[in-house]
Each structure stands twice: as structure tokens, then as C-alpha cells.
């Protein structure tokens, strides 16, 4: 069903729980998960400005991303870390479109029912009304 399956984290805290649901997602089918961090750039800067910065991000970037894999690990699935770098909810999106992903498996944060507006901005909120692809938020 699901063969290509993403899974954007920022290493806080639900977004383990967001990768073992795809790995148990993906091992009814032997797919793959693209395990996906984005390093936002400095705004009205460029990247050869804060090159070494970046890449120090990227370096701890994978070492999250490997101890997060590590943790769920399976048999029957591989997980492939990437990094990008941007706007956080347009490389998802840029992303889920050049990888031909099928599905998005990603946290969400929980709903405020005294303030519902305040979720409108958040990047789960926009991949998932952007996403031309199935989403699945994960609480």
C-alpha cells in the first residue's frame, strides 16, 4: 500500500513515535521511510556566509537522526536520513513531490479547544492542507 513513506522530524518530542508508526506502516509492505530533517537558513543571509555553522547542523542533524533510527530499527525496513535545507514546510513539500512519496508521517500538536485558530501556522497544519499526497498526523 504505502512503499515510499516520509517522515519530517525536528527531534522534539512525538517524532519518534511518528517513525516507529511508519516503520510498523512499511513492514506489512517492505517499503522504504526517508527520514527527513530541514536546517532553515538565516534569513537574508546565504549559506556561504554561516557554511561552517551548517554544516556543524548537519553533522548533529544525522547524529540525531541515527539515534532516532536506532531506536526502532527493523528488519524489514530501511530508513535513510536526509537533510535539506529552507523554509521547513516548502522542502517537505519539494521533497514529497521529487521522491514520489505516498504517504507523510509526521507529529502534530494537540488542538487547543479554547483557542482553536492557534494551529493555523504550524508546519503539520500546512503539509497537511498542501500535501498531494496522503497525510497522517500523529498525536
Known amino acids: ?20 508508526i511508519a516503520v510498523k506502516l512499511c513492514s506489512l509492505d517492505g517499503g522504504k521511510i526517508r527520514l527527513l ?7 537574508n543571509t546565504s549559506f556561504e556566509e554561516f557554511e561552517e555553522f551548517y554544516t556543524t547542523l548537519e553533522k548533529r542533524s ?4 541515527s539515534a532516532m533510527i536506532a531506536q526502532v530499527q527493523s528488519d524489514d525496513v530501511e530508513i535513510e536520513p536526509e537533510v535539506a535545507y529552507g523554509n521547513r ?19 502534530s500538536h494537540r488542538i487547543d479547544v479554547e483557542d482553536r485558530a492557534q ?21
Open 119 to 139: 494551529g493555523w501556522g504550524t508546519i503539520s497544519y500546512k503539509v497537511g492542507i498542501l500535501a498531494q499526497c496522503p497525510v497522517m498526523l500523529v498525536k
Open 62 to 65: 544525522y547524529d540525531h537522526m
Open 89 to 107: 514546510a516548502h522542502e517537505i513539500l519539494r521533497y514529497t513531490k521529487e521522491n514520489h512519496i505516498d504517504l507523510i508521517v509526521m507529529k
Open 1 to 20: 500500500m504505502f512503499k515510499n513513506i516520509l517522515v519530517p522530524t525536528d527531534f522534539s518530542e512525538g517524532d519518534t513515535h511518528a517513525l516507529d
Open 37 to 43: 530533517h530541514v536546517i532553515e537558513i538565516i534569513a
